[in-house]
């Protein structure tokens, strides 16, 4: 079909989204499959080659005890799986031999799929060479040598293609639609088709697909021109439940997969899942362009150094944004210098403004407060400036943030019209709502020529299974996009940031407040005080008193030696809090943290939020097990507080003690990294750094 309605489209789409890939009721023909009852009593499905594997009918082998079927060896290593599966791992693999088939060397993976344990066999052809494993270590060693994110992604290609054959290699990262762009590529030979810079739409990869990377980080597909085999099921056990292949590797592919893959010349396939903050971040997907067959140890070595780019792209990422913040540290102690006369806030955005535009890469930096608009860097009409600070009051005084880098698709879309800006990041000042006071940045348009693999928009429908579905691109060949009306993306760090210098602002501001209205200094002093160390959310003390306080602590307690230590920690997935029950809920549920767990802090250790939804404590006079249980204390008190909407509120300690040669920057690192490691133990823990 050439020519398909938008009607027609949406419902290929739909679907092509909900088909059940998990359950595909195939396999991939290199293997065997078989499914028994918990108990391995019983055979409820086998693939249709386990037949010739065995050389009966499969009426004969649903008959067998599995114990007369399979080797003892075998039928023990089952047994063994089945422990550890129901211990929680996702899957058991082990080496095996079917002595009475033609078997001699292969390879098993077992996993649950609901109440049946899951079998599956793959031969294996050849081995690696004696020296893989010094090529592996050898192979991860140049990943951990590389000193970028880029360069990571680009060793991460060359290394699995080494490891593995794969004549093309690449990584492809999602954007925030879901299309991809293959950002790191290695090819054999020049003379392999490149897709480096390329895009692919979302559609290549649906959302259902992008979900069981979730649940199992790899998929291969061994022979792309082989027709999939069938699973039969044990008529005698028609309540068999349809399986769920997700946790294995030998899933069957659905035909509009495999005729994608024939389109691109791709004969084999391997993919494996990357994720930062467990997101799905992007693939590194593998090109056999003739065929071949990956040993499972080869596999397991290419997770292994995916793996290892992630966790050094997270030290990049670390490093990359301690630099961002080391500068804007700077810019925040120059605001706020006793040494130096107290200006008024247009004053300190003049001093301070033309080192934020190299900062946070814009073209111009502006304050708006009251009537008053003070511009750095690029011009642009303070009418505009003021109905876009009226429109963030209305729309945005809750969070007191937000951010665009599309302007034209805000309701913003006509005051910027004819200004030539395109990216918007705005932060409140919270010193006085009543001045309305924002803190603006603005980018100027980015041209972006966006190469995609095959024209996106030309799709087409087909029948399969009785539906219409999209039907995979015949052609992958270049085709340019050229995307206006952008900015470049506003950056996390970038949007923290905003806020300190934002609130160093509104300090500034309300000191300048107090030194001309000096016939109200106490009530004046008193709102400073209460700005300057209390978080206006919370109403617990906030980062700057925190800073102070570590500081003063950390000199009393070498001064007089005496224990100290910190306790961070961060609510678990807070960001799933606010995108679903919105940000007014996200901001009771920091509300009642902070007033449930004060109780719980014992009196003369200090309290305070360290900034988002992380809050620190500091414990005088604590060594590190003293404070791991006070930190568990926290913990479990955590769990009992009631929280309007959300069902249960979790969050992740890390603990770290004073040492000797700490400084504040040092300690709450420490605790930081033990926070870190929480968090990637499974979160709703406390762990310390010794």
Not at 244 to 250: K, S
């Amino acid at each position: 079909m050439s020519d398909i309605s938008a009607e027609q489209l949406a419902e290929a789409l739909r679907n092509c989204a909900n088909e059940p890939v998990h359950i595909p009721g195939t396999i991939q023909p290199h293997g065997y499959l078989l499914v028994f009852s918990k108990d391995l009593k019983t055979i409820l499905a086998i693939s249709e080659g386990v037949q010739r594997l065995f050389n009966l009918a499969a009426t004969d082998i649903f008959r067998c005890a599995p114990p007369d079927l399979l080797p003892a060896a075998l039928f023990e290593a089952m047994n063994n799986a089945v422990k550890r599966l129901k211990a929680g791992v996702p899957n058991w693999s082990f080496d095996c031999s079917l002595a009475k088939t033609e078997l001699n060397e292969c390879f098993c993976t077992c996993y649950l799929s609901d109440s049946v344990l899951v079998v599956e066999i793959e031969p294996v052809l050849h081995r690696p060479a004696d020296d893989y494993v010094a090529e592996i270590t050898y192979q991860l060693e140049r990943i951990r040598e590389t000193s970028s994110i880029q360069q990571t992604l680009e060793q991460l290609t060359k290394s699995v293609a080494v490891l593995t054959g794969y004549e093309r290699v690449l990584v492809y990262r999602f954007d925030n639609d879901w299309n991809g762009q293959v950002i790191a590529e290695h090819r054999d030979t020049d003379d392999i088709h490149s897709y480096l810079d390329h895009n692919f739409p979302a559609s290549d990869i649906p959302a259902q697909v992008r979900a069981l990377y979730q649940k199992n980080v790899m998929r291969e597909i061994t022979d792309a021109t082989a027709e999939p085999e069938k699973i039969i099921a044990n008529p005698d056990k028609p309540q068999a439940p349809d399986i769920d292949l997700t946790a294995g590797v030998l899933r069957g592919v659905s035909p509009i997969h495999l005729k994608y893959l024939a389109n691109m010349e791709v004969k084999r396939a391997l993919s494996v899942a990357i994720f930062e903050d467990s997101k799905l971040w992007g693939l590194l997907s593998c090109h056999g362009l003739n065929q071949s067959q990956v040993h499972p140890y080869q596999r397991q070595a290419v997770k292994a150094l995916v793996a290892v780019a992630n966790e050094r792209m997270l030290l990049q990422r670390q490093y990359a944004a301690e630099r961002f913040y080391a500068a804007t540290e700077k810019s925040r102690k120059a605001l706020l210098d006793p040494k130096k006369e107290i200006m008024a806030p247009d004053e300190l955005l003049s001093a301070e403004g033309h080192a934020w535009l190299k900062l946070f890469h814009v073209e111009t930096v502006a304050l708006v407060h009251g009537r008053q608009t003070t511009i750095i860097g690029g011009k642009c009409d303070r009418k505009v400036l003021t109905e876009a600070t009226q429109w963030l009051v209305e729309k945005h005084s809750t969070t007191g943030l937000f951010s665009t880098s599309e302007i034209a698709s805000t309701e913003l879309r006509s005051a910027f019209a004819e200004t030539g800006f395109c990216g918007l990041l705005g932060v409140a000042l919270p010193y006085d709502r009543s001045k309305d006071a924002w803190l603006l940045f603005l980018r100027k348009e980015i041209l972006e020529v966006k190469n995609w693999a095959g024209h996106p928009e030309k799709k087409q429908v087909e029948r399969y299974k009785g539906k219409d579905v999209l039907s995979p691109r015949e052609s992958f060949a270049s085709w340019q996009e050229i995307i206006n009306g952008k900015s470049s993306e506003w950056l996390r760090e970038q949007k923290q940031a905003a806020r300190f210098l934002a609130e160093d602002l509104a300090i500034g501001a309300s000191a300048y407040q107090i030194e001309q209205l000096n016939e109200k200094l106490k009530k004046a002093n008193k709102r400073l005080q209460h700005l300057v160390h209390t978080d206006a959310l919370t109403q617990i003390w906030n980062r700057y008193h925190m800073e102070q306080s570590i500081d003063e602590q950390i000199s009393a307690a070498k001064r007089y030696n005496r224990d100290l230590a910190v306790i961070i920690f961060d609510i678990d997935d807070f960001k799933g809090v606010n995108d679903t029950y919105g940000h007014d809920v996200g901001d009771s549920v920091l509300k009642n943290l902070a007033r449930g767990l004060e109780d719980v802090v014992r009196e003369g250790d200090i309290f305070g939020r360290w900034g988002g939804e992380e809050f620190l404590v500091v414990a005088i006079e604590s060594d590190l097990k003293n404070a791991t249980r006070l930190a568990e204390r926290l913990r479990e008190k955590l769990l009992s507080i009631e929280f309007p909407k959300v069902e249960k509120i979790t969050a992740s300690f890390g603990v770290a003690e004073l040492r000797e040669s700490d400084s504040r920057t040092s300690l709450v690192k420490r605790a930081d990294e033990a926070l870190y490691e929480a968090k990637n133990s499974g979160r709703d823990r406390v762990i310390s750094n010794t």
